[in-house]
């Protein structure tokens, strides 16, 4: 318990925030939020049309669930040192990015295209009945519909993401983890549990914007509250969490 207090007191001391002779917490900050920045963009660059396309059309969604599972089954350490220490990429900050954002996409596209599913066929049917081409369908009724699950899954990658850009470190990036991964190698355990105490606030924080967001994205007259539900989205039963994310 000391040593906790003794990390918030480091935390909350003003002489570690500026740049001296290391990068101080402030560059941390700002290096660990860049890094997942561009890596949930990168992400959802590539998981959000696919996640549509595969929720629109109802094709392709078993390959893309191995294909997430494949990639959730990746050793985060290993896809790290594959792409930082055998690729040659400029600009350098795309070297954690790219491992980052394939960590991400597994969350993301399963919150995609369950949103997208997650819209009663009947609703779909009677839009296209209206004259609605396929893509005002997506953009007006499929994805506002279903934006609680989206958010839901940016929600999830965002987390996942926030919290392994730390080992970025590991390879010369600034994030927080410069000061985590000091207390092991110099024996100064004080910093490191207050750069993990960082990590923690900052995950909470963004968790929390995006929870704000997930409970505003919901159409009027669809349920907003916490608990767990179960829809019927186009013959399937879509269950989700209560953050949103499809299981």
Do not use: K
């Not at 040593?3 to 003003?14: K, R, S, T, V």
């Not at 059309?57 to 599972?69: C, D, E």
């Not at 609605?132 to 993401?161: C, D």
């Amino acid at each position: 318990m000391n040593l906790l207090i003794q990390g918030i007191a480091w935390l909350f001391d003003g002489a570690n925030w500026p740049d001296t002779a290391i990068p101080g917490l402030g560059s941390q900050l700002a290096g660990q939020l860049g890094i997942t920045g561009a890596s949930v963009v990168l992400a959802a660059v590539v998981a959000i049309p696919l996640g549509v396309r595969i929720g629109h059309t109802g094709r392709g969604r078993l390959a893309a669930i191995l294909a997430s599972n494949a990639a959730r089954a990746l050793p985060t350490l290993g896809l790290f040192s594959a792409v930082v220490l055998l690729l040659t990429l400029e600009p350098d900050w795309l070297s954690p990015v790219i491992p980052l954002a394939l960590l991400g996409i597994p969350p993301l596209l399963a919150g995609v295209y369950a949103g997208i599913e997650s819209v009663d066929r009947q609703t779909v049917d009677a839009a296209r009945a209206m004259g609605m081409t396929e893509w005002q369908i997506i953009t007006r009724v499929e994805l506002p519909l279903g934006a609680p699950l989206v958010i839901g899954g940016l929600r999830a990658t965002v987390l996942q993401v926030v919290a392994t850009a730390t080992l970025a470190s590991f390879y010369g990036f600034t994030t927080i983890g410069n000061t985590v991964l000091l207390g092991p190698s110099s024996n100064l355990y004080v910093p490191m549990i207050g750069g993990s105490l960082l990590v923690t606030a900052l995950a909470l924080a963004l968790d929390g914007v995006f929870a704000l967001l997930q409970r505003l994205s919901a159409p009027r007259g669809v349920s907003r509250g916490s608990r767990s539900r179960t829809t019927t989205a186009r013959g399937r039963p879509v269950t989700t969490t209560p953050t949103g994310t499809p299981v």
